[in-house]
């Protein structure tokens, strides 16, 4: 079945708060004997700790971003060889914050991926229109150029692949894609991964953008709607946990 969830913590959360977080939603997925795959994207800092808290857990660990390689002159930077050796096993790519305040874009990003998923990390890759772009009725173009620049003509490997929908105008800014807005775009994005020769129907698109728990469950209700990446209401349990009971009432 394809459900999907993650939290992106942004640069948020001092170490003893992490920790608090971290040790909530470890104890919520057991009580409820939950299998639902979810994955915690913390700051760089924290990856190691929560690595090692969630090593008998179901909840996985990611990295909000990598570059390629092993080791450089690249100040400032982690590399994918390095997450990977410490034990995290997903890496965020194309992160909407990451294309407009660190210039990220379509080249680099394909590289981050080939050489994230050699290194065998699993990848969330983010597209997502500004509201200037759907406004214009250019969010089918966009979306699809996006697409395009990373995963065409690479040998990706779709078993570790997750694609998340972020409508620019819909992140941090409480203001989330209504369930139609949400599907028409989930359907779209799943038939170009097809177009790209990705097995589709095995694929989890999942949703990101003020995504909070009294709306979940009705967009986890549209059929390609697999689940969510959520930023500011996973800084608490209780919401991503409902969040994720959300997923699981709409999957059942
Ligand atoms: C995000 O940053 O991926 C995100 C979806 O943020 P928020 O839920 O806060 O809009």
Known sequence: MRQFLAANWKMHLYPIEALHLTTALHKGWERHGWTLPAVLFPPAIYLR????LLSNSRLQVGAQNGYPGEFGAFTGEVSMAQLAHIG?????????????????TGPLLRRKLQ???QRGLSVIYCVGETLAQRE???????LQVQLEEVLSDGAIAWDRFVLAYEPVWAIGTG?????QQAQEVHAFLRAQLARLGAPAEGICVVYGGSLKPSA????FSQPDVDGGLVGGASLEASSFLQIAQALLQARS
Do not use: C, N, Y
């Open 136 to 142: 214009a009725g250019q969010t089918f173009d966009v």
């Open 88 to 104: 995290v096993k997903w890496v965020l790519i194309g992160h909407s914050e990451r294309r407009q305040h660190f210039g990220e």
């Open 216 to 219: 979940a469950l009705e967009l």
């Open 175 to 179: 203001v989330h894609a209504t369930p």
């Open 115 to 117: 050489d994230a998923q």
């Open 49 to 52: 700790e929560l690595v090692a």
